[in-house]
């Protein structure tokens, strides 16, 4: 029976696709993280990874095993939302947090959700920035955060709810059927956000990963600011999946997938106490935005 930590160990490297970079995020040597995992493997009778290859991947046995990883965790979450629910939840009041962009696209689709969940609720929502929600939840100014970024502090604890994808967003009237990479628009223009925004920082890891560096690059405060100017024809930029839809710009723009995993989308709190509430919140947020993925194809 696997416990929490070797299921943890499990699920960080499925994450990564790299033991040596999953050790890195466990704290631990690399030569610990393959010893623990031959253990695992050795526990359960079959490999969970092929690791002949690089990047290294599950098996037909591995993605059988998390399949029902994920469905125990969904009883457990299941489990736990029957009995807050027998709680009642009195007199609870919780102050959430989150980006200005997700503020105005994600949250009011979601919060309604979490309210079924917690009748008995009150909530106060308050939007940050990339740089400093950290402080404010160490601080105890708001209870819960979400961000598409991962977090290093060793004062917070985070819940991954999933990986957010992130797309070329191109006019029409500039895209060219069949070119679907990056250094094929190289020409035009690439609105992009301020260096400490989220966004911001995605890219440019997409920047390091494909080798690409646009030549003509202009800086807006907003997402919608960038979205705007690409849907005067004026240049490209980039938008998250998740926000597609909400930007209503489907009729006007394509959207180019940019392949890896560059968003990631966490709920960060730093009291246990509010760790249940804040597990509930992650999974309504994997549901829902689950669902605007299958509406895009």
Known sequence: ML?????????????????????????????????????????????????????????????????????????????????????????????????????????????????????????SLTKYDSTSFEDALIKNEIDLFITNRNIDNSKLNSIHSLNDKIYLMIPKAIYCKGKDKLEDYSNETFFLLKPQKNLRKSVEDIFKVTNFYPQKVKLTSSIMDSVSFVRANKGVTFIYGSSIRMINSTSYCNFIEINGNYATINVIYKDLSFKPIAENLSNIIKNYISKLYITLR
């Open 3 to 123: 416990d929490n930590k070797k299921i943890n160990i499990l699920k960080t490297i499925e994450k990564y696709n790299s033991i040596s970079k999953a050790s890195e995020r466990l704290y631990t040597a690399q030569p610990n993280l393959s010893r623990a995992l031959k253990q695992i493997e050795d526990e359960l009778g079959f490999k969970v990874f092929e690791r002949s290859k690089s990047p290294l991947y599950l098996t037909k046995e591995g993605k059988i095993l998390f399949e029902y990883i994920e469905k125990f965790e969904e009883l457990e979450i299941e489990m736990k939302e029957k009995i807050n629910k027998s709680n009642n939840l009195k007199n609870c009041y919780i102050r959430i947090g989150a980006l200005t962009f997700m503020s105005q696209y994600i949250i009011p689709n979601i919060v309604p959700k979490l309210m079924d969940l917690y009748p008995n609720l009150e909530l």
